[in-house]
């Protein structure tokens, strides 16, 4: 049964929900259209499109969407990069207007950001011996939000490193020689910018940032003083431990629960909806939708 209108959201718990997604409008493989394709193709029932720092492909997956009549419900959403004590930590922004001027301010920022960083990534790159990658990487990118993964991209293609995941771990990772410090927006920002849009902002896959269970708390505790809404703790691939730390965190700072696939493009280990169960005794970030 598609889902028509918003008030059904309280419905959600026996949906196949997948809150975190992205297109070529960033570093997806994607276009727009083909992930909608692909996301009706496994029965998804709502999607959340979520680039990193752009709304782009919203408007074209939506007139997909209605060209099609596809029984799909889309979320506007965001990923937005922001800067914490030296981490990158990224705050997802979901049932957004996408036309809030703050956003569009914020968006601007992010983007000129990115630029800087991509061109500064480039200078340090031809130092590492690899000429002309911001060029090849812009190429990539097109009219989306340049990001490192198109970065990997190249140098994977050229075979100067043998998987994108290298290019990360040898030159463009954190503390590596082509790594640039990103001058991203603080995590109260987004939160504000979020919630000035009337969106609900979830803090995304708090499990991958590397961090002790100490510093995870304390990014949680910050995240919820800064009036954050919830915790993406459902993705694919964790461990029982991650699972019941997150559980804990979202019952003990009174915070909501999101889940999302993180799809960037079809891979063996994880795509759209897939492995995303909501668990008992939390309350799905959805509640907050009316
Ligand atoms: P950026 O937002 O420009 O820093 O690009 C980061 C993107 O690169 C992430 O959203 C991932 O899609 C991808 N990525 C892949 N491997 C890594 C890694 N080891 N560290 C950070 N990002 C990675
Ligand atoms: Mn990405
Ligand atoms: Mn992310
Ligand atoms: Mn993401």
Not at 134 to 152: L, P, V
Request: charged share 25%.
């Amino acid at each position: 049964m598609p889902l028509m209108s918003t008030e059904n959201f309280a419905d959600l718990k026996n949906r196949r929900v997948d809150l975190h997604s992205h297109t070529k409008c960033s570093d997806g493989g994607l276009t727009p259209e083909e992930l909608i394709e692909r996301a009706v193709n496994f029965q998804i029932d709502v999607l959340a499109i979520t680039d990193h720092d752009t709304t782009a492909a919203l408007d074209i997956a939506k007139a997909y969407i209605v060209e099609k009549n596809h029984p799909i419900k889309l979320i506007d959403g965001i990923e937005i990069s922001t800067a914490w004590q030296g981490f990158e930590i990224h705050i997802v922004g979901l049932n957004i207007d996408k036309t809030s001027a703050e956003l569009k301010q914020l968006i601007h920022e992010q983007q000129e950001a990115r630029e800087n960083r991509a061109l500064a990534m480039g200078e340090k790159l031809a130092k590492c011996g690899f000429d002309n990658i911001y060029d090849k990487a812009k190429a990539f990118a097109g009219d989306g939000s340049i990001t490192r993964a198109h970065f990997a991209k190249v140098l994977y293609q050229q075979g100067d490193v043998s998987k994108m995941q290298s290019a990360f771990d040898k030159y463009i990772g954190k503390g590596k020689r082509a790594y640039v410090k990103p001058t991203w927006c603080s995590i109260e920002h987004a939160i504000e910018v979020i919630h000035q849009a009337g969106g609900t902002a979830v803090m995304a896959h708090p499990v991958r940032y590397d961090l002790s269970t100490k510093w995870l708390r304390r990014l949680v505790v910050q995240f919820k003083e800064a009036s954050g809404d919830g915790l993406e703790i459902v993705l694919p691939q964790m461990n029982n431990d991650q699972r019941r730390l997150m559980l804990s965190f979202c019952l003990e700072y009174d915070l909501h629960a999101s889940m999302g696939s993180d799809f960037h493009y079809p891979s063996k280990w994880s795509d759209l909806g897939r492995n995303l169960v909501m668990p008992e005794g939390v309350s799905p970030i959805w509640q907050l939708w009316h």
